[in-house]
């Protein structure tokens, strides 16, 4: 299986341009044209990079922002800017939020280049973490307890999975909201308090620790 990397970018000539390119190099490419698409291929499947335009739908900075958001949740995985911006301040911008910045236009070559020469630094993200009993196995998206596997919703697993690569931080529900379900999510308020009680159910009431007025977190 090939490396697959998740393409944002909302100017349909270009996505499918660095799509096809990225893709005769041997590349799996899921490409989103939004913030809220690149939010659900993020959360279905994982990726070794980002390629991020700046300015998408939801904004002139959208791309910034996911990637802060991102980030802030736990994501390690390299990501590179694609954007028009040249500014001196905004290549800055994207040098703290990813690990490269290309701007536009550019050479697919080149592009293909820093692509490699990001995945070559390696993955830092945990492939195994335990808690306990409980077993999450980053990669293959799996849940053991003890050597039984938990079948576990895409976003029960979500949920966890940020709490378990964050371990002992505390994440109000509000957080949880914003990195599981997006920004700006309108829907129940429960949501949250929903999907941590089915999860203490399935792997048991220490997992997830509740801190009162705070939020939850899985101890460290």
């Known amino acids: 299986m090939g490396t697959r990397l998740l393409l944002v970018e909302d100017d349909p000539d270009l996505g499918r341009t660095v799509t096809q390119a990225l893709e005769e ?118 849940v053991l307890k003890g050597s039984l596997p938990i079948g576990l919703t895409a976003k029960e697993y979500q949920v966890l999975e940020l709490l378990v690569l964050n371990r002992g931080r505390v994440f109000s529900k509000d957080e949880i909201l914003e990195r599981i379900w997006g920004p700006g999510y309108e829907g129940e308020s429960n949501l949250v308090e929903v999907y941590v009680k089915n999860l203490r159910k399935k792997l048991g009431e220490e997992v997830i620790e509740t801190i009162r007025g705070l939020g939850y977190r899985v101890p460290g």
């Open 25 to 142: 190099h041997g590349f799996q490419v899921v490409w989103a044209t939004s913030q809220e698409e690149a939010w659900e291929a993020l959360w279905d499947v994982p990726f070794q990079a980002l390629v991020l335009d700046v300015r998408l739908p939801e904004g002139e900075e959208a791309g910034f922002h996911l990637a802060r958001t991102l980030r802030e949740a736990g994501f390690t995985q390299p990501i590179l800017f694609l954007t028009a911006k040249d500014a001196l301040d905004d290549r800055l911008h994207g040098l703290e939020l990813g690990e490269d910045y290309l701007t536009k236009p550019f050479a697919l070559s080149e592009l293909v280049a820093r692509i490699r020469a990001l995945l070559r630094r390696g993955e830092v993200r945990p492939r195994r973490v335990e808690v306990g009993e409980v077993v999450l196995e980053v990669e293959a998206r799996r």
